[in-house]
């Protein structure tokens, strides 16, 4: 039995973010632990032997923010290779921009619809806007009316049935249909002030971030294994909620995903780092991992991307399955864990909440300040 | 005189799926034979010794199919090179996609004509419909008239004589002119969900349908050379149907081809896999074989295929020529299989019908249910 001043389970972003200010500006101990072998959860990249390339083991991550001091913070760990995703879309075996914009109305309809598609689409709504496809659908005009359908299903329907392991007749147009067309000539997957690759990849920044005497870090380590010996005045969370409570209420449900990670004796696969497939196959996309930093080689490295159920012990927990009935047994959950002392759960596990890798950390960040509020 | 479990004659798809299943859900013994010197029947392909590239021997294959079972059960043996076949086609000089969609009336026409064209069709039958050229034929508008002739004498009609070996005035237009105009920009050949080559070869693949020790396999082996000495308990036959027979009510009879396999000094001839020629030459098609894996070599593997009529010994059975009068022979034949016990025709040749490779294989998974169900 020993007492520590602070506990923090799992040493993704969340973990990572508190155990550095905790540490760097508390001046407190932290114990971090993680089952894996490995830290940065599912940031977490490699260089591959053979080839020298930088591999985003549990799929691509680009980072992309509004948030400067977002931007700031992660900037006190590592440089950044400047970069601004493009992604590509395989529609009836044409590779285009995804999202639909000006450029994808000309690689996929003749001149002249693409044509008048774009006149009516500016005139409409004005250059440089995005509109919701089902917005478009709304429209009296025909040749609109037609877009949204064709990207509905082209793109959206497939797309969403394999990411979700869903029926056609199972999704709902109301929440797919959200997705915009983007009247521009952006290829860009983002439009955030701020976008980049760390320079030396996302576990050269986690690792600077763990780089402090206070911090101690304990990987292969099952908080199930050690709960019983370690007595943290502080206990912060950021497994799964519904594990840490041993599913009493029953599992809060997630999507995973199986990556068949190949590498091809060519120098480039693809145009861009990630290319879509919402019809054909059963994988969602294929990402091709030396676009990222634009690394050299005659070989190439490529992920596929298989959307599979969670189950547990057997794959990982990726995205949460948002929907009114896993939402209430999440807050039967949230419920139980508002009656324990000390202890705190955050992150895309302990929030049961899908969080792009800045809201992640700027959600840590301000849970920080609440904990520094405390001490005060 | 030797007693076997199953005796399998022919190891082309049809028979490997049989022997696989059979071996390893039923854990029976399986001898399968070929005459042939190589495994895989016509989808068998080898690495060229001076260039490692990879040939197709008995022409292109490219899988494709909307069967998420074929698809998955294909893959218990190898990895996918995805790979979505386009195919070009010379008319008046130029090379230009096929099947005919709105990328070749650009190719082919002015643009005026093109636009005009491109506007009538996707006013008539809507963005991304096919339109069989026979129904085009019978549109009141002169222009889309214009079109279906165009396409019915500068495509069908050359290659269908060359490929049937029949003269202009012996081909039917009813039966040609199904072709359909696409009216997209897809220049893919096929649109199945599933479109892919064995990342090591379709021989590759057919290796690891027989790597079970209960399979046991023999090349170079004619079924009359063996079947007054060995009764097999179940005879599965995917050679032809009228030779098992000794012909007693006549030659079925087949379309041939031979190719003519040169080796190239240059990195690439052609852009794509396959180029049709339906008006120059007596071959129908050059296929360029680097293109199917994206192989690597300065030099490259061409192969010019010539339809011929098939002759009994001299060379391969390709396509069953379908008729009437040949429909009626090939029943003789099945009235007199099904009086058999436990033979059982499959496959092409079998079947004497052109299967594509995932109907094939479906089939054969289909007939191995029947077969589980008796051994209940």
């Known amino acids: 039995m020993k007492k520590i001043k602070n506990l923090i389970v799992g040493c993704g972003l969340s973990g990572l973010v508190l155990a550095e200010r905790i540490a760097s500006q508390l001046k407190e101990n932290v114990l971090i632990i993680d089952r894996r072998s490995h830290i940065g959860g ?3 990249d490699y260089k591959d032997i053979k080839t020298g390339i930088t591999i985003h083991k549990y799929g691509p991550h680009v980072f992309h923010t509004d948030m400067k001091h977002v931007w700031d913070y992660l900037s006190n760990f ?9 992604t590509q879309v395989v529609i009836e075996g044409i590779k285009t921009a995804l999202p639909f914009n000006l450029n994808t109305l000309r690689d996929v309809f003749c001149p002249s619809l693409a044509e008048r ?14 509109i919701p496809i089902l ?3 709304e429209n009296g005009d025909n040749d609109l009316r037609f877009l949204a359908e064709y990207i509905y299903n082209n793109v959206f329907a497939g797309y969403t049935g394999k990411q979700w392991g869903l029926r056609p007749e199972e999704i709902d147009p109301e929440v797919t249909a959200r997705v915009p067309v983007y009247i521009s000539r ?3 997957y983002f439009q955030d002030k701020y976008q980049g690759i ?7 920044m986690c690792k600077k971030m763990l780089d402090n005497p206070l911090i101690e870090l304990k990987l292969n380590t099952d908080f199930a294994d050690i709960k019983n010996e370690i007595f943290p005045e502080r206990l912060i969370f950021s497994g799964a909620i519904d594990e840490f409570f041993e599913y009493k209420y029953g599992e809060l449900p997630y999507r995973s995903l199986r990556f068949d990670i190949r590498t091809e004796n060519i120098e480039y696969y693809q145009k861009t780092a990630v290319t879509n497939y919402p019809n054909n196959y059963d ?3 294929i990402c091709e991992h030396k676009h990222f930093l634009n690394e050299k080689s005659n070989k ?4 596929v991307e298989y959307p599979q159920p969670f189950e547990i012990g057997k794959n990982e927990r990726c995205y949460p399955i948002n929907n009114p009935q896993t939402q209430k047994l999440y807050q039967q959950y949230q419920k139980e864990a508002r009656k324990l002392k000390n202890v705190y759960f955050i992150g895309r596990l302990g929030d049961y909440k899908y969080y792009n890798m800045d809201i992640c950390i700027n959600r840590a960040l301000e849970f920080f300040k609440t904990i520094k509020g405390e001490n005060k």
């Not at 598609?117 to 806007?129: A, D």
């Open 198 to 204: 760390p320079l030396k990849g996302y576990t050269g």
């Open 300 to 303: 190439t490295v490529i992920s």
């Open 117 to 130: 598609l774009e006149q009516k689409l500016i005139e409409t709504y004005g250059f440089g806007t995005k």
């Open 78 to 86: 590592t440089q950044w290779h400047f970069f601004h995703l493009e």
């Open 283 to 285: 994988f969602t996309r």
């Open 135 to 137: 917005k478009l659908k």
């Open 42 to 44: 599912n940031v977490f």
């Open 186 to 188: 952006d290829n860009g």
